[in-house]
């Protein structure tokens, strides 16, 4: 009896220390993320953090990084999960934040400095990423 009652302690304790191994195995990707991918893309991460503002396409930031623009945009969804465009949207609504916080321009002069074809589009896109308007944002600035 004692044999049995601790054989089944035993295998019950080694099926909770599997429980919890397996919980802390790292998460796996379709394609394993390597330094390498991310050292692939980051002349194009680069080039749109430095540039927020200024219009740039898919090839031209695979041509700065010297990578087909299909390959540039797998490596930003398995390194960022997010796409080039998607990417450089947040970093220009960021900056978007940092212009009508400092509150030197309008929504309608931020929204011509970051080269939106009207206020309208400006304004969706801000929403869209922040959550809120930009005149809520800048009320909530002051």
């Given at each position: 009896?004692?044999g049995r009652f601790f054989d089944d302690d035993f295998m019950t304790m080694a099926s909770l220390y599997k429980i919890i191994a397996l919980s802390f195995e790292p998460k796996k990707y379709a394609y394993p993320i390597a330094?390498?991918?991310?050292?692939?893309?980051?002349?194009?991460?680069?080039?749109?953090?430095?540039?927020?503002?200024?219009?740039?396409?898919?090839?031209?930031?695979?041509?700065?990084?010297?990578?087909?623009?299909?390959?540039?945009?797998?490596?930003?969804?398995?390194?960022?999960?997010?796409?080039?465009?998607?990417?450089?949207?947040?970093?220009?609504?960021?900056?978007?934040?940092?212009?009508?916080?400092?509150?030197?321009?309008?929504?309608?002069?931020?929204?011509?400095?970051?080269?939106?074809?009207?206020?309208?589009?400006?304004?969706?896109?801000?929403?869209?990423?922040?959550?809120?308007?930009?005149?809520?944002?800048?009320?909530?600035?002051?």
């Amino acid at each position: 009896l004692i044999g049995r009652f601790f054989d089944d302690d035993f295998m019950t304790m080694a099926s909770l220390y599997k429980i919890i191994a397996l919980s802390f195995e790292p998460k796996k990707y379709a394609y394993p993320i390597a330094d390498t991918h991310i050292k692939k893309i980051q002349p194009a991460i680069d080039y749109i953090n430095e540039h927020p503002s200024e219009k740039t396409s898919i090839p031209e930031l695979a041509k700065i990084c010297g990578i087909s623009p299909s390959h540039l945009r797998r490596l930003f969804h398995q390194c960022l999960e997010m796409s080039p465009v998607q990417y450089k949207s947040s970093v220009l609504m960021e900056y978007a934040c940092k212009l009508l916080k400092h509150g030197a321009l309008n929504v309608s002069e931020t929204a011509d400095i970051l080269h939106f074809s009207d206020i309208y589009s400006f304004s969706q896109t801000f929403k869209k990423y922040m959550g809120i308007s930009p005149q809520n944002y800048v009320k909530q600035s002051e």
